[in-house]
């Protein structure tokens, strides 16, 4: 792991999680959001107005219009009680449906061991999608095609293996071509006693 850069959410922005990066001579890019609220406090009071050190990125995909600015600032001296954190992250989203026209903004932020020299507010933009498109890609599609964040399975190791099963359907489905999971889903259903076990390949 030497020199590569996790991104993680804002259930893995703890500081165990940091130390064992550290061991392993990586970086880190870690969501904050209100389960550490002391510490996204802090992030949202930093004199974000007067950055100089910001990014623009604007595109028209998926049905709508998107707007990001990224924001940078070097955090070292400046009280922030994270563990090797150098620059905190912040995200503005402004999306348009190009539909309906409904306008929605979020803010985002983030804390990274990374210098300003070794990742500009560009590239900190890029690991913040990256942790996006992983979100949007498996955790979404995990709560609502699967229902995971409602299911009744929670003692032992009840969801952990869940999550692994669902996650193994999901990337079976993608490697066989199904982008929608939920159509994917339903494909296999309509016959259940042989197009799983062709998914994976058991006779």
């Not at 703890?14 to 990586?26: D, P």
């Not at 949202?44 to 107005?49: E, H, T």
């Not at 500009?120 to 949007?136: A, C, F, K, M």
Request: proline letters at 4%.
């Amino acid at each position: 792991m030497t020199g590569v850069t996790v991104t993680a959410d804002a259930l893995h922005t703890q500081r165990g999680h940091v130390r064992f990066l550290m061991e392993k001579k990586a970086h880190y890019l870690l969501v904050v959001k209100a389960n550490q609220p002391g510490l996204h406090r802090r992030l949202r009071s930093l004199p974000w107005k007067e950055v100089t050190a910001r990014c623009y990125d604007r595109e028209v995909s998926h049905g709508r219009k998107e707007t990001r600015v990224t924001r940078a600032l070097t955090v070292t001296g400046l009280g922030l009680d994270f563990p090797h954190a150098v620059q905190a992250v912040r995200v503005l989203r402004h999306r348009t449906d190009l539909t309906s026209g409904r306008r929605s903004r979020q803010t985002v932020y983030a804390i990274t061991d990374l210098t300003s020299r070794q990742a500009s507010p560009q590239r900190l933009g890029q690991l913040v999608r990256s942790q996006w498109t992983i979100e949007n890609r498996l955790h979404f599609v995990r709560d609502t095609t699967f229902g995971e964040d409602t299911s009744k399975i929670r003692t032992g190791h009840g969801p952990e293996n869940m999550a692994t099963l669902r996650n193994l359907a999901i990337n079976t489905l993608r490697q066989h071509g199904h982008r929608n999971i939920a159509a994917g889903l339903r494909h296999a259903s309509y016959d259940p006693f042989s197009r799983p076990l062709d998914l994976l390949n058991i006779p």
